[in-house]
């Protein structure tokens, strides 16, 4: 109890970390009154201050949960206040009838392929009645042309509003892109034609972000031009100036089946590199008082130069937070008792923005620390290496570990594979990444001295080109990542749980500890039987929601024939983002791919689908697959089927197809125009026919056991 008790902020940050999650979950305007919490924290502290004296031994437990229950109301009050949709000034909170807002550009705009990408806080909104001061966030995507070139961070616009709700996502497991929007305080978003929008004013910013933009477009600068190849140039951005909008998908698939992605994300790793360094050259004014002082101030000065350098993006912020906090505490030689720091931040961060907390950044860094803090250690100690070499390298596989150990479960749960030879990737990425920060670093510090800058150039492009063909190579290795892993969120707290526990045996070494490790066992053991069991009685027909293209899955058990137009199944990167965390789920791993030409010589390899024409027999369910090019024949009788899908455009009426065919509902996918869904859903309301629209309703999963 003793120990516990040295840890106040640890104890304190678990309620009020629940009450931020409890509001999230929530979502609603539950105002409680601050007054109240007020008053019941005075109580609590009263309490805790001199309960003592006359609440009995057994009972002080009453104490702290009163205090925990006050922490996890000021979690919840806190979280909904900052939530920007609940004030009544919010733009979707004003007027009735929206012409015209005037917004202006809060982050660099991106460009994509066919637009270009801004953050707008929304400052006035014109209505019936004139001008509304208001406030929110939108994202806003421009027509790429020439004018929409000149948009800036800090432009304050006047666009024509045709503000809409963020759509929800159209495919099961896919991506929850208006859940990411909504954590970051962002619910709307628009396209804007070229001659609905002007610019205002220019320059209107927060000047420190304005810095921080400019000196990051600087430091790119330097980077091209010191004749840095295209792909070592992505990477030096991205891991030095946390810029990754240039990073091909390849070279980040790369990087991440090798285990080494949290080298391209500006984070701890990054801010600490930079602290020992400084630790290191600075180190001769530990001596004296106050010299010591004057050390901790320029080695937090330092770091969040570095952050401005960066962007101050928000892993940046994150981290040089944490490592502020660790410096302030080693000064006052507090580093033992890391806990409470790493509280401290995380207190911090989560008042400054408490949606922070579902960042995944934010989530896997602060694991990643409680791993390296609470088990390096022990790893490392288990084996004693005499030599230097063989020592440090000792060092940064025990690093390695105890940081995976920290983030594996949520690394599954979020992206569903595991590097399997991250050992051997860190043992190159770390000391490589390490010598780019110095290189670069050290590059741009000499800059105005251009033979000197160069040597230091010449050194990070062939520390780059080896840090590339090193993960590349790894990557190419056999088994280099284990991919499909699917656990929900009870397994991944069992996992986290069983984690904690193997921790306490590692520490106090009681023999009893290994009952609850092995409690643990059997509940994730039971929880992945019972999924599997479901999934081997799976049968379930899917029409995906890709737009323009037809995608089909008929899935068995745990397999499955996924039928697309060929241009889809060749689009690796779109089957990724709305189709493949699906088959996780159900299981596929190895799924069936194949184009509608090729879907009747299925029929000979598989007995629990049969496809004929434009026929699809599959569990005793029959499919009409209609597209642009069906002949349809009127007989005597009608053909019976259970679902008829309709694809491409299809020139045929509701009414002939229901005088050809007797079906239970009829599915428009994505590969129709909305004007022809649009035609044929009035047509079948007037018949009174059941139909389902993927373009609006999102995909057509349908489970045939029920």
């Known amino acids: ?172 497991e896919e991506f929850n892109y208006k859940r990411y929007l909504a954590n970051q305080q962002i619910y709307d978003q628009m396209y804007v034609p070229s001659d609905n929008w002007r610019i205002l004013t220019t320059g209107i910013c927060n000047p420190l972000h304005l810095m921080a933009y400019n000196l990051r477009d600087k430091f790119l600068d330097i980077l091209k031009d010191r004749y840095l190849d295209a792909d070592e140039f992505k990477v030096a951005a991205a891991i030095l100036a946390g810029y990754d909008e240039t990073l091909d998908p390849e070279l980040r698939d790369a990087y991440s089946g090798a285990g080494a992605m949290h080298i391209l994300c500006v984070s701890g790793l990054h801010v600490g590199v930079i602290y020992l360094v400084l630790s290191v050259i600075l180190s001769f004014l530990k001596h004296h008082k106050l010299t010591r002082w004057l050390r901790v101030v320029l080695l937090i000065a330092c770091i969040w130069v570095y952050a401005l350098v960066t962007g101050l993006s928000p892993s940046v912020m994150r981290a040089s937070i944490m490592i502020t906090f660790v410096i302030f505490g080693n000064s ?139 993960v590349k190579f790894v990557d190419g290795l056999p088994g280099a990542t284990t991919t499909g892993i699917y656990i929900n969120e009870i397994e991944c707290l069992i996992l986290y749980g069983i984690a904690f526990i193997l921790i306490c045996l590692l520490i106090f070494r009681k023999k009893r500890i290994i009952l609850f490790i092995l409690s643990g066992i059997i509940f994730l053991v039971l929880s992945c039987t019972i999924r599997k069991i479901s999934r081997m009685n799976q049968k379930i027909f899917v029409v995906y929601s890709v737009k323009g293209f037809r995608a089909y899955d008929f899935i068995y058990g745990e397999e499955n024939i996924f039928l697309a137009d060929s241009s889809l199944l060749t689009n690796q990167s779109k089957i990724n983002y709305h189709i493949i965390n699906h088959w996780y789920r159900r299981g596929i791993r190895n799924p069936l791919m194949a184009g509608f030409k090729e879907k009747e010589i299925l029929s000979g390899r598989y007995d629990f689908i049969c496809c004929k024409d434009i026929f699809i027999e599959f569990c005793g369910k029959r499919f009409c697959l209609a597209d642009n090019t069906a002949d349809f024949i009127i007989g005597k009788e009608k053909t019976r089927i259970d679902y008829l899908i309709l694809s491409e455009n299809a020139a045929i009426s509701i009414a002939d197809l229901n005088d050809i065919f007797d079906f239970k509902m009829v599915v428009f996918d994505a590969s129709n125009s909305k004007w022809k869904i649009k035609k044929w859903e009035d047509e079948c309301r007037v018949l009174g026919i059941r139909y389902h629209s993927v373009p609006g309703s999102g995909a057509f999963v349908c489970d045939l056991e029920d």
């Open 332 to 470: 006052m030689n507090r580093s033992k008792n890391i806990y409470n720091t790493l509280a401290a931040s995380a207190f911090l961060l989560l008042v400054i923005e408490p949606y922070l907390i579902t960042s995944v950044g934010f989530q896997l860094s602060y694991l990643a620390v409680l791993g390296i803090v609470s088990l390096q250690p022990i790893i490392y100690k288990a084996i004693y290496i005499k030599y230097w070499l063989p020592d440090k390298a000792w060092a940064i596989i025990s690093v390695s570990i105890a940081a995976q150990a920290g983030t594996f479960p949520l690394a599954i749960y979020y992206f569903h594979q595991f590097p399997n030879y991250f050992i051997i990737t860190n043992l190159v990425v770390i000391p490589l990444s390490s010598l780019i920060i110095y290189s670069g670093f050290f590059m741009v510090l000499t800059s105005m001295t251009r033979w000197i800058s160069f040597v230091f150039a010449w050194s990070l492009k062939y520390t780059l080109l080896g840090l590339n063909h090193a």
């Open 1 to 172: 109890m003793h120990a516990w008790n040295n840890y106040p902020l640890v104890r304190l940050i678990f309620p009020f970390m629940a009450g931020i999650i409890m509001a999230i979950h929530i979502d609603r305007d539950w105002f409680v009154p601050v007054i109240f919490i007020l008053s019941q924290l005075l109580f609590g502290i009263i309490l805790l201050l001199k309960g003592y004296y006359f609440i009995s031994y057994s009972s002080r437990w009453l104490i702290g949960l009163w205090i925990n229950i006050i922490f996890l109301l000021i979690g919840y009050e806190w979280t909904t206040i900052n939530n920007e949709k609940f004030h009544s000034d919010h733009f979707r909170n004003t007027g009735s009838t929206k012409e015209y807002m005037v917004a202006r550009v809060i982050s660099p705009v991106t460009e994509k392929p066919n637009s270009f990408k801004a953050i707008l806080k929304v400052s006035y909104i014109s209505d019936s009645s004139g001008w509304i001061q208001t406030m929110g966030k939108a994202v806003v995507y421009f027509e790429k042309d020439t004018t929409a070139y000149g948009i800036n961070y800090g432009d304050v616009l006047l666009i024509r509003y045709n503000l809409n709700k963020t759509s929800p996502p159209a495919n099961p």
